[in-house]
């Protein structure tokens, strides 16, 4: 079993940043691929970027060039740097394995974006 905590939202404006942190629980955080997701009101939740254990990263076209994910295994701790935000940035982000697990779901940070 894997527990997962979001950690860093809050309220920023147009083209600022933010970092979001994830801190996994379980020894096997290492060795799976790690995912930030998104849920904007009325929506449903989607992948914003995933990362390979080896730290290989991969993003969705509407964050990349803006975000960027990374990712400690000896802290088993997993980042998203969020520049150059928008106001569509704004959703609650969760991370997960990835694939996602419904069972692995935290309670999410919220990312505001707005003047």
């Known amino acids: 079993q894997v527990q997962l905590v979001e950690s860093g939202g809050g309220l920023v404006q147009p083209g600022g940043s933010l970092r979001l942190s994830c801190a996994a629980s379980?020894?096997?955080?290492?060795?799976?691929?790690m995912g930030w997701y998104r849920q904007a009101p009325g929506k449903q939740r989607d992948l914003v970027a995933f990362?390979?254990?080896?730290?290989?990263?991969n993003y969705v076209d509407s964050v990349k060039g803006r975000f960027t994910i990374s990712r400690d295994n000896a802290r088993n701790t997993m980042f998203l740097q969020m520049n150059d935000l928008k106001p569509e940035d704004t959703a609650v982000y969760y991370c997960?394995?990835?694939?996602?697990?419904?069972?692995?779901w935290g309670q999410g940070t919220q990312v505001t974006v707005s003047s």
């Open positions: 997960n394995v990835f694939p996602k697990r419904d069972d692995f």
């Open positions: 990362i390979t254990p080896g730290g290989a990263a």
């Open positions: 379980g020894s096997i955080f290492r060795i799976i691929a």
